[in-house]
């Protein structure tokens, strides 16, 4: 009797798979050897190997208790600046004048004067706003950040701001000096009369300066000559500023930015003897100093300064007895 193929492998197969099974039926193949089967706290029906095959740290670094966790930044609250009182405001139907909020300045922090900015423009009060804006400048101990952002509140508000003085009887008179030993060139002479009219409109028309240069014209004198600066009264026996030296750039296209940073040193130093903070460090060739890094009141105070300086003078040479307790001296 011939038996069918398709039977014969048929039967094979069978019979490999019920031997496998016989033999393997009472085997754990999940199960590591030496390993015991513990259950879970959070599953306790379920049999976790994992459990005892992780090996047991011990003497584990406290990561939570030793390193700092950054705050999250959606909870971190700005400073609270208290606001601003009807008091502090000021009379804000009168006019101010330009030691407006002086007081206030001394008293409190960079931040407060910039709320007390944003209020009054908040209440169409500009010049007021300004003002406030000056105070962080020339009273305040603001940082290099906050005497910038200063700054430019200031050139935004100036932008739309009538001069502060509208009488020209007014004006106080300045002389601003070039002192040099080339013939000056016309560039020079152009940029220390755009000098002139920057300082006069930064004062806020205040100031009335006439440019002033003092050449000994001498062919053989180097090309990178040092010039000088400086501000004084008018007269035969002015008052005047420190002097500030430089060294112009040779590109003579533009020699304002560097004759304003001058300018701007030697205004500077002298209103630090009057008891203004000093002026920045690190500065940088632009005229913008001489717009935003004084303000109209240190204009005003300069100009008044070398005026009374200048009395002084005259009153000693005057009273003899007073010339001869200075010379004494």
Do not use: C
Not at 51 to 58: D, G, R
Not at 74 to 86: F, G, L, V
Not at 103 to 125: I, K, N, Q, V, Y
């Amino acid at each position: 009797m011939r038996i069918h193929r398709a039977f014969v492998v048929l039967a094979v197969i069978g019979t490999i798979l019920i031997t496998w099974y016989l033999r393997t039926k009472d085997m754990d193949f999940l199960t590591p050897d030496g390993a015991e089967i513990t259950k879970s706290d959070e599953t306790p029906d379920f049999d976790d190997p994992s459990v005892a095959l992780q090996p047991e740290i011990k003497d584990q670094p406290n990561i939570n208790g030793n390193i700092e966790q950054p705050e999250d930044p959606d909870k971190i609250s700005p400073p609270e600046i208290k606001e601003i009182t009807e008091e502090e405001l000021g009379d804000l139907g009168s006019s101010p004048g330009l030691e407006a909020y002086r007081d206030f300045a001394r008293s409190e922090p960079p931040d407060r004067l910039f709320e007390l900015s944003s209020t009054l423009r908040a209440r169409g009060e500009f010049q007021r706003a300004l003002l406030a804006f000056e105070r962080v400048i020339d009273t305040s101990a603001a940082d290099p950040k906050a005497q910038t952002e200063a700054a430019q509140g200031i050139a935004a508000l100036l932008k739309s701001l009538p001069s502060w003085n509208v009488d020209p009887s007014n004006e106080i008179a300045l002389n601003l000096h070039l002192g040099t030993a080339r013939k000056p060139s016309d560039a020079l002479k152009k940029a220390l009369l755009e000098a002139a009219i920057l300082i006069r409109e930064s004062s806020g028309d205040q100031l009335d300066i006439i440019p002033t240069i003092n050449s000994s014209d001498d062919p053989e004198a180097p090309e990178d000559s040092p010039i000088a600066l400086w501000l004084s009264t008018p007269g035969d026996e002015p008052a005047s500023s420190a002097v500030i030296t430089l060294r112009l750039s040779k590109d003579e296209s533009n020699h304002l930015p560097e004759i304003s940073v001058a300018v701007f040193k030697a205004i500077r130093s002298h209103l630090a003897q009057q008891g203004y903070p000093p002026a920045p460090d690190n500065l940088e060739a632009g005229q913008n100093y001489l717009s935003r890094h004084v303000t109209r009141l240190m204009w005003r105070d300069f100009a008044r300064s070398l005026y009374q300086q200048e009395k002084s003078a005259t009153e000693i040479e005057d009273d003899p007895a007073e010339s001869s307790d200075a010379n004494s001296d």
